[in-house]
């Protein structure tokens, strides 16, 4: 402020001396914190909370998340450094070490053997991987990993990650392939206030993080304005009016108990909220323990999900086809279809989120919601009370291993269900510990237990089921799960895509509903239903989800809609095509924070399209994950984007050519059926 006033009132030299001056001057002195309320916060690092919040630091300490990356030095390297080695197809991994470094011996490249220092130490239990520095800026993961389980339960050795499979250089999978680059793959989830800052003309990364690990601010956002407010508070002094400080200056109010608690209901032996749940704890976890894509330049933590990420939905791959773990998919997409998210619960009701272990151990930990005389007894579970048959995680929560050896919890908290193994193929928790059993025979069981239980009650699963394999009434089934508002939201988006290769004139009651669905999760999968459709139809469909509120949708919507040629729409429709123009305005405007001033008469059209055409690239790159900085650079992007649509047959999408981008597009749009084409 002060620098301005001055410059004003001198001449313009000494103005710009002055200005210099100011600016030198604001760099050098010692900024109080972030102390301005109006100024936007800043990360502090999680040591400038220690002071302050030790116990919520000490528990933090030893957590997973204040381990999850570490300069490599004796203290962090858990793997026996001492002269191992290990033989995969032919090649021998050699670690050792050279005075206080930590070395591997290992294939590079070019496929020779060559010497590298390890430069971090990623993850703890039950394994540890470990970061190699390659030129560029870039880390790359190191394909073998320490399992650092006790010996007594098979640990303390290395192993594969990719066991079986022989990786040659080259492959985006070997250790030094694209798939293993920390800075493109795994840094945002791992570390706090992470930017790539990727460079796409040099293809070099300059990454930067506040906190190595998964510090306070990566749930609590970043902490200036919090610590100015506790310095003023503790001094006595108010904090600066027209300011967040009913919030003490937190940029992520993460109290979920602002309004409302849990009370048990003595009838059904189920607590329940007394009031719903607002919070924005859950979708702050979900940053990170989710499967999905960013969409937003560097988020801010506690932003609503849905305008930094787009989640995988139930696909092939991911999920069983009833929604239950298959791919690596981390927590969130399964929680969602919870009858217990649904109700309110969020991740820190069982994972104090410091120290990051579970509230209580064993059946105690459900006992807060669940009454024990009702549950924890053979009555409901027909085991011996207390044998691990007992145990409700084991039926409610049935494991999958990752990473070989890591075996993680299926967060969707679901009733086993062997009938749906009997119809649909899908495991179930009873025949995962009884394996010598069928899946019949546990059918049978639970139906004898639980007579008109809801193990005979309609299942999502059934629908998605039928999509992917592709049964005569696929389409109807698909159809009545969209329109079904009591299924939880994530099925219900992830019939969409399923849905685009069978839709008929019969769906469009469904799909129409799905835009306009109250939930942006089945809003943004809803333009996946279209793919095929023919312009007109499509433009009018999608083009009203371009200026949703939801960024997820409106990239999804603009990702169907790149596809279409809007010149011939124009000639076949006359006016509907600029009110059409106005709304991909408005969508720019959303995403790129640029206002465009390019639909006039006069240039209108063309301008649109290679709007449009920009709106493919926007959609490509952050298939990519190398969205942000580089939107200078569009050009470029658009080569390659060119490039891949020229060299498919015309009538496949680009969108689906986007996808093909990503690794995940089959290749293959079917016609639709109905639809003259
Ligand atoms: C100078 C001391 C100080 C520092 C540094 C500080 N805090 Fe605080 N913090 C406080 C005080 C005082 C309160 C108010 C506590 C209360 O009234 O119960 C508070 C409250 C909080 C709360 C809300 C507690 C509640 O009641 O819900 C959170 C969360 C929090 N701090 C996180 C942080 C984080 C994260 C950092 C580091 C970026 C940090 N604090 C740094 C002093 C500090
Ligand atoms: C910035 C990303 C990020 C955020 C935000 C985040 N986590 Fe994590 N979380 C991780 C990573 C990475 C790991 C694995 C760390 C490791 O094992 O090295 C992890 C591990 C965990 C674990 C396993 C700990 C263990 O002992 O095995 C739990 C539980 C967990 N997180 C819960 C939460 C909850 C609850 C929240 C929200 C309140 C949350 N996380 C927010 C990244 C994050
Ligand atoms: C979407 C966020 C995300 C990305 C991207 C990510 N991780 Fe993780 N990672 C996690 C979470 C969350 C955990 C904790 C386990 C869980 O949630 O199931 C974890 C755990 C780990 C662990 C600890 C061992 C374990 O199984 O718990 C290692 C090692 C690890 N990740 C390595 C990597 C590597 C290497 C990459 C990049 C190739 C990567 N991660 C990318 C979120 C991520
Ligand atoms: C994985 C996410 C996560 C991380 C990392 C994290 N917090 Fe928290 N913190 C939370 C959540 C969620 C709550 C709300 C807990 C509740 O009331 O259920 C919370 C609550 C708090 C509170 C209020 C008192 C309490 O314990 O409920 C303070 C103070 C706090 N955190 C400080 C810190 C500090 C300091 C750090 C770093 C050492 C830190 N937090 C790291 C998620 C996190
Ligand atoms: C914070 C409270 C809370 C905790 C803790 C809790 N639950 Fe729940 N649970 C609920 C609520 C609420 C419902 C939903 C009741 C409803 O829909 O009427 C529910 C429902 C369920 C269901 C029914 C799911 C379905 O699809 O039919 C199962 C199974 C379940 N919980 C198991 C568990 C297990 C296992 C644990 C411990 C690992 C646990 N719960 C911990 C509150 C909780
Ligand atoms: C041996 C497997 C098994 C164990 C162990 C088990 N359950 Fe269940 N649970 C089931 C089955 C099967 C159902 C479905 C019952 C039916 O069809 O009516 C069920 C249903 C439920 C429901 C839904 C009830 C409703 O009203 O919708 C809750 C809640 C639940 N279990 C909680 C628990 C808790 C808490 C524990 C641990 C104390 C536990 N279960 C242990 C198998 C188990
Ligand atoms: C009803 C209780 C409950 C809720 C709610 C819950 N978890 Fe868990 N979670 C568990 C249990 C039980 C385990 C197994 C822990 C163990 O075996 O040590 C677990 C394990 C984990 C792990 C370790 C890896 C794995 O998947 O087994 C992570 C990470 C995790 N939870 C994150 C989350 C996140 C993020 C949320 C919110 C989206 C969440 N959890 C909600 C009970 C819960
Ligand atoms: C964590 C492993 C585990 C899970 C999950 C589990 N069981 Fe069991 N079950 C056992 C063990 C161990 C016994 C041996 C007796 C005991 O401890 O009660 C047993 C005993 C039984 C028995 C009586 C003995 C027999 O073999 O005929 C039946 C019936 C049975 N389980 C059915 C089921 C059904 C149905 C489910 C799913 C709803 C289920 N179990 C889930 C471990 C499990």
Redesign the pocket.
């Known amino acids: 402020m002060t620098r301005a006033r001055h410059a004003k009132s001198s001449n313009s030299k000494s103005a710009l001396w002055e200005a210099a001056l100011a600016v030198v001057v604001m760099l050098t002195l010692p900024e109080p914190m972030g102390a301005r309320a109006d100024q936007p916060a800043a990360f502090v690092g999680a040591q400038a909370c220690a002071g302050c919040h030790t116990a919520q630091f000490d528990a933090w300490k030893g957590s997973h998340h204040a381990l999850a990356m570490q300069l490599a030095t004796t203290a962090t390297v858990l793997g026996d450094i001492a002269d191992a080695r290990l033989e995969h197809f032919g090649v021998t991994t050699t670690f050792y070490r050279n005075g206080e470094k930590f070395m591997v011996r290992a294939d590079g490249p070019d496929g020779a053997l060559h010497d590298y220092p390890i430069a971090y130490t990623f993850g703890v239990y039950p394994l540890q991987q470990y970061l190699i520095g390659f030129p560029g800026g870039r880390l790359q993961a190191l394909g073998i990993a320490w399992d650092s389980r006790p010996k007594e339960q098979g640990g303390q050795r290395w192993f594969e990650l990719y066991p079986g499979q022989q990786l040659k250089p080259g492959d985006p999978l070997h250790w030094t392939g694209r798939d293993q680059t920390w800075n493109y793959q795994c840094a945002d989830c791992h570390s706090t206030d992470l930017k790539k800052n990727y460079d796409l003309a040099s293809n070099t990364y300059a990454t930067s993080w506040t906190d190595l690990d998964v510090g306070c601010e990566a749930c609590h956002g970043p902490g200036s304005r919090h610590v100015a407010w506790a310095k003023a508070h503790t001094e006595g002094s108010a904090y600066p009016s027209g300011t967040d400080a009913s919030r003490m200056g937190l940029t992520n109010w993460l109290k979920p108990t602002d309004i409302g608690h849990w009370e048990m209901n003595p009838e059904?032996g189920?607590a329940r909220r007394t009031e719903k749940l607002v919070s924005t704890e859950l979708e702050t976890c979900a940053a990170c323990h989710s499967r999905r894509k960013v969409i937003a330049n560097n988020p801010t933590p506690g932003a609503p999900y849905l305008d930094a990420y787009l989640p995988a939905l139930l696909e092939s791959g991911l999920y069983r086809a009833d929604g239950q773990i298959d791919g690596e998919v981390y927590e969130y997409g399964s929680f969602l279809q919870s009858r217990m998210h649904a109700a309110g619960v969020a991740c820190a009701n069982c994972h104090d989120p410091h120290s990051a272990k579970l509230r209580a151990e064993g059946?105690a930990l459900?006992?807060q919601c669940?009454l024990?005389e009702k549950?924890?007894v053979a009555a409901?579970?027909?085991?011996r009370p207390g044998s691990t048959?007992?145990?409700?995680v084991?039926?409610?929560m049935p494991t999958k291993n990752y990473m070989v050896i890591d075996a993680r919890r299926d967060h969707s908290i679901r009733?086993?269900r062997p009938d749906l193994s009997v119809s649909l193929g899908t495991p179930n928790?009873?025949t995962q510990c009884h394996a010598d059993r069928p899946a019949q025979w546990a059918t049978e069981t639970?139906a004898g237990?639980?007579p008109g239980?809801?193990?005979t009650n309609a299942h999502y699963g059934t629908a998605l089921h039928a999509g992917r394999i592709g049964t005569a009434d696929a389409e109807q089934q698909l159809d009545r799960l969209i329109l079904d508002q009591r299924q939880p939201a994530i099925p219900r988006a992830s019939a969409l895509p399923l849905l685009a290769p069978y839709a008929s004139p019969a769906s469009e009651p469904a799909i129409k509903a799905a835009i306009r669905d109250p939930d942006p999760l089945v809003r943004a999968a809803a333009p996946r239903a279209l793919p095929g459709t023919p312009p007109p139809r499509l433009a009018d469909a999608a083009a009203p989800l371009l200026s949703d509120p939801v960024r997820a949708v409106r990239i999804e919507a603009a990702r169907a809609l790149a596809a279409t040629d809007l010149l011939a729409l124009q000639g076949a429709r006359g006016s509907s095509a600029s009110s059409l123009g106005s709304e991909i305005g408005k969508a720019f405007e959303m995403i790129y924070g640029v206002r465009l001033r390019v639909f006039k008469l006069k240039f209108g059209l063309k301008v649109l399209v290679s709007g449009l055409q920009s709106v493919g690239v926007f959609a490509f790159a952050v298939s990519r994950g190398d969205h942000g900085s580089q939107w200078k650079d569009r050009n470029r992007y658009r080569v390659r984007f060119d490039q891949r649509a020229r060299s498919r047959p015309r009538s496949l999408a680009r969108s689906s050519c986007i996808r093909a981008v990503n690794r995940r597009c089959d290749g293959a749009v079917r016609p639709n059926r109905g639809y003259p084409r």
Do not use: E, L, M
């Not at 409901?380 to 085991?383: A, E, I, S």
């Open positions: 059904t189920i059946n459900c006992a669940h024990p549950f924890d409901h579970h027909h085991h048959g007992g145990q409700c084991n039926c409610h009733v086993p928790a009873c639970v237990w639980y239980g809801p193990k």
